[in-house]
């Protein structure tokens, strides 16, 4: 059965303290590198799609952040939030470091369930 898409068009822009906090706090940990604290934020069977590829739950997820986190020198700075529903959230960030290109716009899509992240998809 194929995943239903989300249509962020519709989003609303919001302030980014009014992101859930379980987002801000993946976001922050995220940054600092700090995977048990990262992955804890996510349900059990989360996954997270990013540069095209899936990872799915908890191992998976954290291998792929500990990836992420040493393949390239980069920083990164929110630069807007959106909030589709009660459910879906936009954090947009601006990277700059020593990947491909330099500099990146991403979107990190959450979705959210019981509290936790259940889905998070980075895209341009």
Do not use: C
């Amino acid at each position: 059965m194929p995943m239903a898409t989300t249509d962020w068009n519709h989003a609303e822009p919001i302030a980014p303290d009014q992101l859930p906090t379980p987002i801000t706090r993946y976001l922050t940990a995220h940054q600092a590198r700090d995977l048990d604290t990262a992955v804890a934020l996510y349900t059990p069977d989360a996954s997270v799609t990013d540069e095209g590829r899936t990872h799915h739950g908890p191992e998976q997820i954290r291998a792929w952040l500990s990836r992420s986190a040493s393949e390239y020198t980069y920083t990164t700075q929110l630069t807007a939030a959106a909030k589709l529903d009660d459910h879906h959230y936009e954090a947009r960030h601006h990277l700059e470091g020593d990947f491909p290109g330099g500099t990146a716009d991403l979107h990190f899509r959450f979705t959210m369930r019981d509290g936790l992240i259940a889905r998070l998809v980075i895209e341009p």
